[in-house]
């Protein structure tokens, strides 16, 4: 099993609204990534996870707040958020060699 | 610094063609380096994966090839088919600058085939 899966595949919010995208694997890799890509640029990384523990902050804004629950699972929690953030939201995992990618969320902020 | 340059940006060719994707990178010392497909809105397939000790790879249509002294990757299609139309993204993890597995992508080589 090669998948890595994302929930919601769509999600429109507000500025003022709080919400959470959600990310999981479980072919037991220890490295986790966010990444943000907007339409026609290549995926931009925003954090990475080794060991559920925060290595990589891309001085991404406070507003985004990651979260690894255990080692199949990460989170990535959303406040505040402005129009310029709408993008796709993807996220991936290895086992130091191959990354996998998930399918994505899209995100719409109004 | 780490770049990494994909050309051309865009490319539309007839169902049948073959054809040569080209990756290029700034620092010989990589790690391994990765080549995806993008529809649109949708996330990453990866399509490939050339460790830095290889010099190819292969599946099915698809044949990558490596050159480390040089910088550059190629991405050949065989017999191109409109199912093949996408971006093709090249990613490479260098050696250095490159904790805990981060890619540094290049822009992309959006195809088309046309029947």
């Known amino acids: 099993d090669t998948e890595v899966t994302q929930t919601p595949k769509h999600l429109v919010m507000g500025m003022t609204n709080k919400k959470s995208l959600k990310c999981e694997q479980h072919?037991?890799?220890?490295?986790m990534y966010w990444y943000k890509q907007k339409a026609k640029k290549p995926p931009e990384l925003m954090f990475v996870?080794?060991?559920?523990?925060?290595?990589i902050n891309e001085s991404v804004p406070s507003r985004f707040s990651p979260e690894c629950p255990n080692s199949s699972l990460l989170n990535l929690h959303l406040h505040a958020l402005q129009p310029e953030d709408s993008a796709l939201y993807l996220c991936?995992?290895?086992?130091?060699?191959?990354?996998?990618f998930g399918p994505g969320t899209r995100l719409t902020v109004l | 610094k780490q770049e990494v340059t994909q050309i051309p940006a865009a490319l539309s060719v007839p169902e049948g063609e073959n054809l040569v994707l080209n990756c290029s990178f700034t620092?010989?010392?990589?790690?391994?380096l990765q080549w995806f497909r993008q529809d649109p809105g949708k996330g990453l397939t990866s399509l490939l994966l050339?460790?830095?000790?290889?010099r190819e790879q292969t599946s099915g249509r698809l044949n990558a090839s490596l050159d480390k002294s040089s910088g550059r990757s190629t991405l050949y299609i065989a017999a191109s088919q409109p199912g093949d139309s996408a971006t093709y993204l090249c990613?490479?993890?260098?050696?250095?600058?490159?904790?805990?597995?981060?890619?540094?992508f290049g822009r992309g080589t959006q195809l088309t085939v046309w029947p």
């Open positions: 072919m037991g890799h220890r490295a």
């Open positions: 050339i460790q830095s000790s290889q």
């Open positions: 620092d010989s010392a990589i790690y391994n």
């Open positions: 990613a490479v993890r260098f050696t250095r600058g490159s904790t805990l597995g981060r890619l540094y």
């Open positions: 996870y080794s060991y559920e523990k925060l290595s």
């Open positions: 991936a995992s290895s086992q130091y060699n191959e990354q996998f």
